[in-house]
Every structure is written in structure tokens, then in C-alpha cells.
């Protein structure tokens, strides 16, 4: 039903676009307290996701993927799911993922693309996945499951680099705005 492309440099602003400017946006922009007067520009979010997100140039550090769908004989891109590495301890990764659209949610899509690319990283050495979904984002939290994610308490220094815990810590959402989860591999 779906696979996984790696992503290139001219998917960077399809995937800023679908983040915070398609009809599912102004739901997961609330949760992380924006409007549309104070959304992150494209140059933050170039700032977020560098170039090696889009190039593969530096995987031990995070890559992006196209979420794509065929089905009934038709190919389309639906989402992007990514995994981030750079800021936690050796073996552990964190995944990201969001789809294009309201239409898309619910029909399994975030559940297969996380399957897939747990099969990707675990053959590149790693033992564990974290998730950090705000504690309102309930289709997230259920796919995440269905994926084989377990809630956590989150201990910090279990999981992120010394340097990375003040900044990361509090997750996207504040204090208690979120639900840890772990994917075992």
C-alpha cells in the first residue's frame, strides 16, 4: 500500500508546505501554539531540517522520506516521515511524521510508513525509537501503537546527549504536553 523515498533537495518546501499550511495544519499548529500569525517561516524550517534531512549527506545524523501511496493503480505522495539522531544517545533515534492532508489520516498510512522505516534504521544499527506526540493528538498516539510503541516516563538523561537535555527535555509541546513513546527494535 505504501512505500518510502528517500527525500531530495526540491522536496524541502512540499514538506513545509504540507506541515503547516494544509487543511490537518491548523489542528497540529495549535498544539504547538501557532497561528497563523506567527508560523515558522521557511528559513526556520531550513534551520530545522538541513539539507542533510533532504541530501542523505550526513544519515547518522536524520533523513527524510516521502510517505508514498499506490493504490487502485495510482501513485501519490501522502506525508513525510523522518528520523532525527544528532541530538540523542548512540542506538536511538526519534521519528517525525506528518501526512498532506486531513483525507489521508485514518487509513493507515503513518502506521506502515513507521513499520517500514523501523526496518530501515534497525538495519542500520539502531535499538530504539522515540516519539513524542502532544498528549491531544489521539489518530497519532493510536497509529504509534499500532506500530508497536509503548508510553514511557520520559527520563531524559536515559535518552538524549548531555548537551541536548535542557533544550529537548520539555518536548514540542511544554511540560506534560505530550506522551513519550518507545519502540523497541
Known sequence: MIELR???IKD???AYKWLYFSDFSDFLNQLQGYN???LPSYGEFQSDYDDYFFTGSQEEKGR???IIS???GK?????IISYTSFHLLDKITEFDTWLKGRSYTG???GTQAILQLARIISDMGYDKV???PSKHNKMAIKSYKKAGFVEEDLEPAIYYLPEYVDEFAEGDYGPGGDVFMVLYL
Open 12 to 14: 524541502r518546501k512540499k
Open 107 to 109: 487509513q493507515g498510512y
Open 6 to 8: 528517500k527525500t531530495t
Open 64 to 66: 527524510c522520506y516521502i
Open 36 to 38: 497563523s500569525d506567527n
Open 75 to 79: 501513485t501519490e505522495d501522502v506525508g
Open 70 to 72: 499506490r493504490k487502485n
Open 130 to 132: 522515540i516519539m513524542r
